[in-house]
């Protein structure tokens, strides 16, 4: 057990409320760094401390003192996202942080593909320089968000190509992020965290037809194509350039390959798409539901 309660920000989220979840039902006190106490989960042993965000210096550090751990959930894409995590990192440190481990992405590095994975190399790098215990994350693209590619007309669209992404469930990197939280010997290094197969959004597609009962199809847009499809979102340019570079970045191959590392960490096999899918119908029923 560790002496000081371990922080976790994000834990209105997906991923850092499965991690909370998960050091609750171990018994593990906890912080929760949230930014709305009424969204907060409710768990035995987990403290709230209230920040407005990660670029709130002075309140992160008030919230962050007395934690010797920290785990760090990357922040909403933004253009200065970079500058919102080395405010949280300089804030953990004057607040006496020992450790942190950083939900980063895979393949980050300066060049990447997907231009949000930049972003997360130019953290790592802040991380790194720091004196601080760090352990890196690296997740590829979410599992569970392969149903939320699927347009209304049951098309997915993207440049990927027939090129295959290792998709990791939120759940499985939640249990490697606990996993690593609550043990030792991860200090100065970085996990890629896959799921145990890589799948083509072709492949992808045709699972999600055999559950739906609807023709589910993947079109491989050119990069062009991309910008046009998705010029009436109104979304900013550097968020288009991420989602079409993350289509890009499974056909490079950097959303790859599949590992067990879901196994060696936290002793149990990943989720495959196949039984993501049968184990939570209802995350397709919107599919189903969607006019052909
Ligand atoms: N691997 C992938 O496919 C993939 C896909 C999408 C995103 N991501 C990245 O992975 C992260 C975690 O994924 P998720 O599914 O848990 O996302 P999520 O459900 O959107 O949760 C994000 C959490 O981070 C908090 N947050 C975001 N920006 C913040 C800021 N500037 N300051 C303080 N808190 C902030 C949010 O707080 P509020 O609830 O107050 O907003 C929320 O609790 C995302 O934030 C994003 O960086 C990865």
Request: glycine share 8%; with cysteine.
């Amino acid at each position: 057990m560790p002496d000081t309660p371990i922080a976790v920000t994000g834990a209105t989220g997906a991923v850092g409320g499965r991690v909370a979840a998960r050091l609750s039902a171990r018994g593990i006190a906890q912080r929760l760094l949230v930014r709305d106490p009424v969204r907060a989960p409710n768990l035995p042993d987990a403290e709230i401390a209230l920040v407005s965000s990660y670029e709130d210096k002075e309140g992160m550090r008030r919230a962050l003192t007395g934690v010797d751990t920290l785990f760090l959930v990357s922040g909403r894409e933004s253009a200065d996202r970079v500058q919102h995590h080395i405010a949280a990192v300089d804030a953990a440190l004057a607040a006496g942080v020992q450790r942190i481990v950083y939900l980063s992405f895979l393949h980050a590095a300066p060049n990447a593909t997907f231009t949000l994975a930049r972003q997360h190399f130019h953290t790592e790098e802040h991380i790194r320089a720091v004196d601080v215990h760090c352990t890196f994350l690296r997740p590829c693209l979410y599992l569970d968000s392969v149903i939320k590619l699927v347009g209304d007309d049951g098309v997915i669209r993207g440049p990927a190509g027939e090129s295959r992404a290792a998709w990791i469930a939120r759940d499985d990197l939640a249990d490697v992020a606990t996993a690593v939280l609550t043990s030792g010997g991860h200090d100065g290094t970085a996990y890629d965290v896959t799921g145990p197969e890589a799948l083509s959004l072709t492949a992808c597609a045709q699972q999600l037809s055999e559950v739906t009962g609807r023709r589910i199809s993947f079109y491989n847009e050119t990069v062009a194509e991309a910008w046009e499809s998705r010029a009436g979102y109104g979304a900013p340019d550097f968020e288009v350039e991420g989602w079409i570079t993350s289509y890009r970045a499974i056909a490079t191959g950097e959303m790859g390959p599949a590992s067990d590392i879901v196994s060696e960490l936290a002793g149990h096999p990943a989720q495959t798409l196949r039984e993501y899918l049968r184990r939570y119908p209802e995350s397709y029923q919107p599919l189903v539901a969607a006019p052909p």
